[in-house]
């Protein structure tokens, strides 16, 4: 029988490393650590996988590449193009072959849906990291905002107030990308029109991104490749950061 490692860690009552049979699922390894904790907020179990890892990463060099390719071919068409352009694409691409995904699952982990819902609860790999925290008690504001940190979170209060809480938007924020990554890894657009509409307010543990503005950058066919890139950065790193914490 194949057998992996797999690390349980936080808010569980037998934290530490298991030997995971083929074919065994997260409840399995739950119930076999003891269960939960009281303290456990299962909403934001973080669930890292090196084959995940492993393919962000080269999704990210492809980004890269694909963004070197726009500015080659500008350049070869004899478009004018600025330096600072050409700056911007070689750093950015820089950066997204600097960053080292997580390899993070979005997945069910509440041992209770998953036993009402046995089709979400997904098989183990060799390797995986599944770490349940304690229930968080802020939401982070991270990206072009004044003063970037966490904000004590308040039942009812929306992401345009957690955003004032952080001084409000730079002059390089990109309002209409803004976005809130959920306790879960999910990464959900938050509409400046929609922010008293459409969420509640952004649960503990949230945290809300504000990339920069690519337009002051380049108004050329560079434009979306830059922001879409701005964005992917600020999400891996705010991602990343909400796992750390």
Known sequence: V??????????????????????ERLSSLIARAGGLTDDAYPAGAVILRRSVAIKEKAALEEQARALERNLAVLLQKGEEVRQEDVGLVRRLAAQLRAVEPPGRIVAEADPTALARRPDRDILLEPGDRIAFPKRPLTVTVSGEV??????????????????????GLTGLADASRVFMIL???????????????????????????????????????????????????????????????
């Open 146 to 167: 004044m003063a970037p940190g966490a904000f004590a979170f308040e039942s009812g209060k929306d992401a345009e107030a957690y955003i004032r809480d952080a001084g």
């Open 2 to 23: 194949e057998t992996g490692a797999v690390l349980l860690e936080g808010e569980v009552r037998r934290p530490g490393w298991y030997d995971a049979l083929r074919g």
């Open 183 to 245: 306790p879960d890894g999910r990464a959900e657009p938050v509409a400046i029109s929609a922010w008293n509409h459409r969420f509640a307010g952004p649960p503990p543990g949230a945290a809300l991104v504000v990339p920069a503005d690519p337009r002051p950058y380049s108004g050329r066919e560079l434009f979306q490749s830059v922001a879409d890139v701005l964005s992917k950065i600020a999400l891996t790193a705010a991602s990343i950061s909400v796992i750390s914490r």
